[in-house]
């Protein structure tokens, strides 16, 4: 089974252009969740869908920010504009909906963004 | 609110050692507890999950974990430390019963194996 595929794996750009993440999580699930790594904070829940639809979005950092699900298979992160302070791994994961949250996420690579 | 205190941001042991990562946690209703590892320029794997099915629960690679209320722990180990077990360890949790997925992250043990 493919797990969860983010791209791009690594991205290096310039202060104030725009960045997008992408994420496809696994077939079937219908939760997916991005999180943001750094040192200073470790992992940081960013926002999570239910069956596209947004949940819980009060991670996300300000209105340079914004998350998409258009569908069940693809989801976007999006940073307009970017500042070297969202330098960070992000990642993305997603899990099943059945029963409680107990059901384990399952997290893809990550992209390891650098903002100059 | 809930939270999750791992104690020793970094550990390190000799192959064929005792591992001990400890992991402590501060929740409202019954949680649910995960231990996940990560290997450098990856994601986070499941390693173990407590669901309330049992109180010691057994993982992949030789984990286990024992969840004990009275002390709020949830503390992961491995009989003897292998090379290959070097990584970082995250213990996290979620709320049992109010339905909210999103898990809250300990800050992470980077476990060292020395030969």
């Known amino acids: 089974d493919a797990g969860v595929i983010q791209s791009p794996r690594h991205e290096v750009t310039e202060m104030g252009q725009e960045v997008t993440l992408r994420c496809k999580p696994i077939s079937g699930h219908d939760y997916l969740f991005w999180y943001r790594q750094t040192m200073m904070r470790g992992l940081e829940l960013l926002i999570y869908f239910n069956n596209n639809v947004p949940i819980d979005d009060s991670g996300m950092p300000e209105d340079r920010f914004s998350a998409k699900m258009p569908n069940a298979s693809f989801s976007t992160l999006k940073i307009q504009p970017s500042e070297p302070r969202d330098s960070a791994v992000y990642f993305c994961?997603?899990?099943?909906?059945?029963?409680?949250?107990?059901?384990?996420?399952?997290f893809g690579d990550g992209t390891r963004l650098s903002i100059l | 609110a809930q939270s999750v205190t791992q104690l020793g941001s970094h550990v390190s042991v000799s192959e064929g050692a005792l591992v001990l990562l400890r992991c402590n946690y501060s929740?409202?209703?019954?949680?649910?507890l995960f231990w996940y590892v990560q290997y450098p320029n990856q994601g986070l794997q499941l390693l173990l999950k407590y669901t309330s099915a049992a109180t010691l629960v057994k993982g992949i690679n030789g984990f286990e974990a024992e969840f004990k209320k009275s002390e709020t722990s949830f503390h992961l180990t491995k009989p003897s430390a292998h090379m290959s077990d070097a990584a970082e360890y995250f213990c996290a949790v979620s709320d049992g019963g109010t339905g909210r997925r999103a898990l809250t992250f300990g800050s992470g043990t980077r476990l060292q194996v020395q030969p």
């Open positions: 994961a997603s899990s099943l909906g059945q029963g409680y949250s107990n059901q384990p996420q399952h």
């Open positions: 929740s409202s209703v019954p949680p649910y």
